[in-house]
């Protein structure tokens, strides 16, 4: 049985194009047809970085593996103000071509004589490229064919529709002819992003060979995955850019095809390579592509406006040498394969399943066996400021969670799970260059060296943006150091069945490894009504008005009397007054009671036993009211929540929002907190859509410590599971509805009801001990100090009415064609920010784009419906 492919080598490339930026990049082309007069296009070319700029910035020298992704993490983001300390041209993995030198290769790889560059500026150009000993020589000398004059460089832009190569801003030195007078597929234009693909193709291929060791001449097939179409008007896209390329490089015995998929075609590409070596069908095969003209300064409206330098001012490349198993280079696992399959959706949850969980399951591996997971590898310098935000960290995160929902990883290991298993962006944003190859180079390199085992590598792409269909695409693969001679005798790279991988948790049977997920104990909270702290408390019951019979009363003092703790009993009228003396006196520590007057700004948090887990669960609010706007109250439950629960025990509750009136202005206001410096734990939902707002089952799982309701929510929900094993005739379980919580309140006045039998009324006697016994007056005080210092009052004073959630319902507005996205939206905010402009009565849909979640709308509405989400605070 053949083993695994391997990856050989790798190879990435970039060249430096800052006037291809003014004169190529879409964003400028159009802007110069609907905006020629335009402050941007004034302003851009100062923002232009030169190549010792293009040269020292230290993402660039990842790329070419000058330095490695750990150092950029360390370095302080952003990175655009910072210099590598010693850039180079060359790296280990590929070079950085500067913007005369790129041209010259355009007229390299023409064949059909449509580049033509000035007689003077060919020589200077040809001299450069000779001392790169990249070229043949027979190829140097035909960069000084075909070529003219300045004036008649000039008279072919402007009379005869050809793309001019400019140097400095405005000095034209080459250009590229239409190579048909009427096909719009050969236009000046198509040629010239073709010819820029071929070029960034071919300089890769180059620096494969001459950074790896292996022959080119054994090379069979070449796969070009770049995001351009070769063809005239009669065969639009047929291809083929792996042959073109691969004929100027020098793979002499290669054929090839092309493969598309958009951002995911690598990936793709990577499988299909893969899948021939794996067969027999070829030894050798290389993936390969070069990069895109169109994308160059697609984000520079949003650099220019914030004084960055527009960053996307590189054409990159990369090749990937995929050969038949040779005991040492790291294999690509043909058999752990994710895909997007057709009916899976577009919702991120179930991409990020369909490509990273079911494939890992299948396998019987977890979450946490795949040490580097390579998604979008996009350079956050360059997303966060267009309002994309940190792509790979994005990413991340949804695998996280998906993680947590496996119960793989507790909720609160998703920042260290970020950190120990993804990595910080370096790849520029040319389409389907950053989607998870750039990190195949360090791979094998890690790999090798024994630092690395195993790695998922995501590709993830939008076809709708072919018009053709709203499907997502995606496909993941995983790649794994070669262990040579295995445990079972056979040779490097064979499959060996499921007992070689044991240390990936398995010891018998493809379910091995799920079982092992399952045995990590989850986060529960402790009882402390069996717990030593509870001896010696001192509570006064208040029986006034009471219907509660005697017996009872008197089962639930035994009750509490079997934990030690002291209960003096109030009857009569005066039962409250004598609890108040009580209370003032400190010859009780807290009181019981049925019903309490509490003020404003204080509620109660009540305490229950899930029926699905067995766990407790705290339920914030109850009874009272702890603010008159709805969505303040909600916030403040919340913290009290969190008090209750901490004090009773629980060191990190994990806190989720009932899907109620005001659930996502709470969780905004709270989420804000957090960001601010308030130490707070989501709960995600236990759905597949996970979430912080808590449905119907999440509340019988017990899926987070602390639910946020309102008054009349809690307490209904108390109810229900206090009483659901009686039928409802009296409350049978659970700890009643909790003590009274405000900022400065300090009596500990725990309420039952009338309908709560004994085991609940000792319930409430332990819950108020335990909360004794952790000195939840401390505790209050900490908590609200820190909300406090993290902008409570502040981001409660911005909650106005009119930014309030109301129970009206939103009617979808009528079904348009949507084809333009607005990124940078939190996954959990995707169908509430939909909902924001369904109000405004703009039909909008969820789904996810190739850098992460995203809103889909139309064309027409985009700039109108940009300016709603950023004034709900949906996008920055």
Same mark, same amino acid.
Request: charged share 25%; hydrophobic share 40%; glycine share 12%.
């Given at each position: 049985?053949?083993?695994?492919?391997?990856?050989?080598?790798?190879?990435?490339?970039?060249?430096?194009? =800052?006037?291809?930026?003014?004169?190529?990049?879409?964003?400028?082309?159009?802007?110069?047809?609907?905006?020629? !007069?335009?402050?941007?296009?004034?302003? #851009?070319?100062?923002?232009?970085?030169?190549? &010792?700029?293009?040269?020292? @910035?230290?993402?660039?020298?990842?790329?070419?593996?000058?330095?490695?992704?750990?150092?950029?993490?360390?370095?302080?983001?952003?990175?655009?103000?910072?210099?590598?300390?010693?850039?180079?041209?060359?790296?280990?993995?590929?070079?950085?071509?500067?913007?005369?030198?790129?041209? %010259?290769?355009?007229?390299?790889?023409?064949?059909?004589?449509?580049?033509?560059?000035?007689?003077?500026?060919?020589?200077?150009?040809?001299?450069?490229?000779?001392?790169?000993?990249?070229?043949?020589?027979?190829?140097?000398?035909?960069?000084?064919?075909?070529?003219?004059?300045?004036?008649?460089?000039?008279?072919?832009?402007?009379?005869?529709?050809?793309?001019?190569?400019?140097?400095?801003?405005?000095?034209?030195?080459?250009?590229?002819?239409?190579?048909? !007078?009427?096909?719009?597929?050969?236009?000046?234009?198509?040629?010239?992003?073709?010819?820029?693909?071929?070029?960034?193709?071919?300089?890769?291929?180059?620096?494969?060979?001459?950074?790896?060791?292996?022959?080119?001449?054994?090379?069979?097939?070449?796969?070009?995955?770049?995001?351009?179409?070769?063809?005239?008007?009669?065969?639009?896209?047929?291809?083929?850019?792996?042959?073109?390329?691969?004929?100027?490089?020098?793979?002499?015995?290669?054929?090839?095809?092309?493969?598309?998929?958009?951002?995911?075609?690598?990936?793709?590409?990577?499988?299909?390579?893969?899948?021939?070596?794996?067969?027999?069908?070829?030894?050798?095969?290389?993936?390969?592509?070069?990069?895109?003209?169109?994308?160059?300064?697609?984000?520079?409206?949003?650099?220019?406006?914030?004084?960055?330098?527009?960053?996307?001012?590189?054409?990159?490349?990369?090749?990937?040498?995929?050969?038949?198993?040779?005991?040492?280079?790291?294999?690509?696992?043909?058999?752990?394969?994710?895909?997007?399959?057709?009916?899976?959706?577009?919702?991120?949850?179930?991409?990020?399943?369909?490509?990273?969980?079911?494939?890992?399951?299948?396998?019987?591996?977890?979450?946490?066996?795949?040490?580097?997971?390579?998604?979008?590898?996009?350079?956050?310098?360059?997303?966060?400021?267009?309002?994309?935000?940190?792509? =790979?960290?994005?990413?991340?995160?949804?695998?996280?969670?998906?993680?947590?929902?496996?119960?793989?990883?507790?909720?609160?290991?998703?920042?260290?799970?970020?950190?120990?298993?993804?990595?910080? %962006?370096?790849?520029?944003?040319?389409?389907?260059?950053?989607?998870?190859?750039?990190?195949?180079?360090?791979?094998?390199?890690?790999?090798?060296?024994?630092?690395?085992?195993?790695?998922?590598?995501?590709?993830?792409?939008?076809?709708? #943006? +072919?018009?053709?269909?709203?499907?997502?695409?995606?496909?993941?693969?995983?790649? /794994?150091?070669? &262990?040579?001679?295995?445990? $079972?005798? *056979?040779?490097?790279?064979?499959?060996?069945?499921?007992?070689?991988?044991?240390?990936?948790?398995?010891?018998? +049977?493809?379910?091995?490894?799920?079982?092992?997920?399952?045995?990590?104990?989850?986060?529960?909270?402790?009882?402390?009504?069996?717990?030593?702290?509870?001896?010696?408390?001192?509570?006064?019951?208040?029986?006034?008005?009471?219907?509660?019979?005697?017996?009872?009363?008197?089962?639930?003092?035994?009750?509490?009397?079997?934990?030690?703790?002291?209960?003096?009993?109030?009857?009569?009228?005066?039962?409250?007054?004598?609890?108040?003396?009580?209370?003032?006196?400190?010859?009780?520590?807290?009181?019981?009671?049925?019903?309490? =007057?509490?003020?404003?700004?204080?509620?109660?948090?009540?305490?229950?036993?899930?029926?699905?887990? *067995?766990?407790?669960?705290?339920?914030?609010?109850?009874?009272? $009211?702890?603010?008159?706007?709805?969505?303040?109250?909600?916030?403040?439950?919340?913290?009290?929540?969190?008090?209750?629960?901490?004090?009773?025990?629980?060191?990190?509750?994990?806190?989720?929002?009932?899907?109620?009136? *005001?659930?996502?202005?709470?969780?905004?206001?709270?989420?804000?907190?957090?960001?601010?410096?308030?130490?707070?734990?989501?709960?995600?939902?236990?759905?597949?859509?996970?979430?912080?707002?808590?449905?119907?089952?999440?509340?019988?799982?017990?899926?987070?410590?602390?639910?946020?309701? !309102?008054?009349?929510?809690?307490?209904?929900?108390?109810?229900?599971?206090?009483?659901?094993?009686?039928?409802?005739? @009296?409350?049978?379980?659970?700890?009643?509805?909790?003590?009274?919580?405000?900022?400065?309140?300090?009596?500990?006045?725990?309420?039952?009801?009338?309908?709560?039998?004994?085991?609940?009324?000792?319930?409430?006697?332990? @819950?108020?001990?335990?909360?004794?016994?952790?000195?939840?007056?401390?505790?209050?005080?900490? &908590?609200?100090?820190?909300?406090?210092?993290?902008?409570?009052?502040?981001?409660?004073?911005?909650?106005?009415?009119?930014?309030?959630?109301?129970?009206?319902?939103?009617?979808?507005?009528?079904?348009?064609?949507?084809?333009?996205?607005?990124?940078?939206? /939190?996954?959990?905010?995707?169908?509430?920010?939909?909902?924001?402009?369904?109000?405004? *009565?703009?039909?909008? &849909?969820?789904?996810?784009?190739?850098? %992460?979640?995203?809103?889909?709308?139309?064309?027409?509405?985009?700039?109108?419906?940009?300016?709603?989400?950023?004034?709900? %605070? @949906?996008?920055?």
């Amino acid at each position: 049985m053949k083993g695994y492919p391997v990856i050989k080598g790798t190879s990435y490339t970039l060249a430096a194009t =800052p006037d291809m930026v003014l004169y190529n990049g879409t964003t400028q082309t159009t802007e110069r047809v609907v905006n020629p !007069d335009s402050d941007y296009l004034v302003e #851009l070319p100062g923002h232009l970085r030169g190549y &010792e700029d293009v040269l020292s @910035y230290i993402p660039n020298q990842v790329y070419i593996g000058n330095a490695t992704h750990e150092e950029l993490r360390d370095t302080q983001f952003p990175y655009y103000d910072k210099k590598w300390k010693e850039p180079k041209e060359e790296g280990p993995f590929g070079c950085i071509l500067p913007e005369d030198e790129f041209y %010259g290769v355009m007229h390299i790889c023409d064949v059909f004589e449509l580049v033509m560059l000035e007689h003077g500026f060919a020589q200077t150009v040809k001299d450069k490229l000779e001392k790169r000993g990249m070229f043949t020589q027979q190829q140097l000398e035909g960069l000084l064919k075909n070529n003219g004059t300045g004036e008649e460089l000039e008279r072919l832009v402007t009379q005869e529709h050809s793309e001019g190569l400019y140097i400095r801003r405005d000095e034209l030195v080459g250009v590229v002819k239409r190579a048909h !007078d009427v096909d719009v597929n050969l236009s000046a234009h198509v040629m010239l992003e073709n010819l820029v693909s071929k070029a960034s193709n071919v300089i890769s291929l180059i620096e494969l060979k001459r950074k790896n060791n292996f022959d080119p001449d054994e090379v069979e097939y070449v796969i070009d995955c770049c995001e351009e179409a070769c063809g005239d008007m009669n065969q639009r896209g047929g291809g083929n850019f792996a042959k073109a390329s691969a004929e100027i490089a020098g793979y002499k015995n290669a054929t090839g095809s092309d493969v598309r998929g958009f951002c995911a075609g690598p990936a793709h590409a990577m499988i299909h390579a893969a899948a021939l070596v794996k067969s027999g069908t070829f030894k050798h095969v290389i993936v390969t592509a070069g990069g895109c003209t169109a994308k160059l300064g697609m984000n520079g409206k949003d650099h220019v406006k914030k004084g960055l330098p527009v960053l996307e001012d590189c054409i990159a490349g990369f090749s990937v040498l995929v050969s038949e198993d040779d005991g040492i280079h790291p294999m690509i696992r043909t058999d752990i394969v994710g895909c997007h399959k057709i009916g899976t959706g577009s919702a991120p949850q179930m991409v990020i399943s369909s490509l990273v969980a079911e494939p890992l399951e299948k396998a019987g591996l977890t979450f946490t066996d795949i040490d580097k997971y390579a998604p979008e590898l996009q350079n956050p310098d360059i997303t966060k400021p267009a309002g994309a935000g940190d792509v =790979p960290e994005a990413n991340y995160k949804m695998i996280a969670a998906l993680a947590v929902m496996k119960k793989q990883i507790q909720r609160a290991d998703i920042p260290s799970f970020v950190k120990e298993h993804g990595m910080t %962006g370096w790849a520029p944003t040319q389409g389907h260059i950053p989607s998870g190859v750039p990190y195949l180079g360090p791979l094998v390199k890690e790999c090798m060296e024994g630092k690395t085992k195993r790695a998922m590598i995501v590709g993830k792409g939008s076809l709708f #943006l +072919g018009r053709m269909t709203n499907l997502f695409d995606g496909v993941s693969f995983v790649v /794994e150091a070669n &262990e040579g001679e295995r445990k $079972t005798g *056979g040779k490097a790279g064979q499959d060996a069945g499921p007992d070689v991988y044991q240390d990936a948790g398995q010891d018998a +049977g493809p379910d091995a490894g799920q079982q092992t997920a399952h045995v990590i104990p989850e986060h529960s909270p402790s009882h402390p009504m069996v717990t030593a702290p509870c001896h010696g408390a001192r509570i006064v019951f208040a029986l006034e008005g009471s219907e509660q019979g005697q017996e009872d009363t008197d089962l639930a003092l035994g009750l509490a009397a079997r934990k030690g703790i002291e209960v003096n009993v109030c009857h009569g009228a005066d039962a409250h007054r004598a609890m108040e003396f009580a209370l003032e006196s400190g010859s009780a520590q807290a009181g019981v009671t049925m019903h309490y =007057p509490f003020p404003i700004g204080v509620s109660t948090v009540g305490k229950v036993i899930t029926p699905a887990r *067995g766990k407790a669960m705290y339920i914030a609010n109850t009874t009272g $009211t702890s603010h008159t706007d709805r969505v303040s109250a909600l916030v403040k439950n919340a913290i009290a929540g969190i008090i209750a629960a901490k004090a009773d025990g629980v060191l990190n509750p994990a806190v989720g929002i009932a899907n109620i009136d *005001g659930a996502r202005s709470c969780e905004k206001i709270l989420k804000a907190l957090k960001e601010n410096g308030y130490d707070i734990t989501f709960a995600e939902s236990a759905r597949a859509d996970k979430g912080v707002e808590m449905r119907g089952n999440d509340l019988l799982m017990g899926t987070a410590d602390v639910v946020v309701m !309102d008054s009349l929510t809690g307490n209904l929900m108390m109810k229900l599971f206090s009483s659901y094993t009686t039928g409802g005739q @009296y409350e049978a379980t659970g700890y009643g509805y909790g003590p009274g919580i405000g900022e400065g309140y300090d009596k500990l006045v725990m309420i039952v009801s009338r309908a709560s039998g004994a085991p609940v009324i000792a319930g409430a006697m332990e @819950y108020a001990a335990s909360l004794i016994a952790g000195d939840w007056k401390a505790v209050a005080a900490k &908590e609200y100090e820190a909300a406090r210092r993290a902008g409570l009052d502040e981001l409660l004073a911005k909650n106005t009415p009119a930014g309030q959630e109301t129970a009206e319902e939103v009617t979808c507005p009528p079904k348009e064609v949507v084809t333009a996205a607005i990124p940078g939206i /939190e996954v959990m905010d995707l169908d509430e920010a939909v909902k924001t402009l369904w109000k405004e *009565g703009i039909y909008a &849909e969820s789904g996810m784009g190739c850098t %992460g979640p995203i809103v889909q709308i139309s064309e027409a509405n985009l700039e109108k419906a940009a300016e709603i989400l950023k004034k709900a %605070g @949906y996008t920055g």
